[in-house]
């Protein structure tokens, strides 16, 4: 079974920064794409941002600009580096991973917390 480990949650004031982490208990090559997904309190979990097996990134409006996702798959991590960081960005952050079988892998989640 595949595990998702996320790390780096936290509080921090608005306009602050913070970097999550994902370990992965496999190679991270094995899966199309990893994503980073949060959810708020009395909110639906909502996609973040996703990165490629080929490195293709892409994110929601709402963090375009101030997130980063990037990989390193010698440590078979990712990141999730945010800038920037709002109030509206305050929900615990899930780490994804999706095969081409259609599995699907979830991290155990980490909280932030962004403070006005």
């Known amino acids: 079974q595949v595990q998702l480990v996320d790390t780096g949650g936290g509080r921090v004031q608005a306009g602050g920064s913070l970097r999550l982490s994902c370990a992965a208990s496999?190679?991270?090559?094995?899966?199309?794409?990893m994503a980073w997904y949060r959810q708020a309190p009395g909110k639906q979990r909502e996609w973040v941002a996703l990165?490629?097996?080929?490195?293709?990134?892409n994110y929601v409006d709402s963090v375009r600009g101030r997130f980063t996702i990037h990989r390193d798959d010698a440590k078979n991590m990712i990141y999730l580096q945010m800038n920037s960081l709002k109030p509206d960005d305050t929900a615990v952050y899930y780490c994804?991973?999706?095969?081409?079988?259609?599995?699907?892998?979830w991290g155990q989640g980490t909280q932030v917390t962004v403070s006005s």
């Open positions: 994804y991973a999706h095969r081409s079988s259609g599995h699907e892998f």
């Open positions: 496999e190679i991270i090559s094995s899966f199309n794409f």
């Open positions: 990165i490629t097996s080929g490195r293709d990134t």
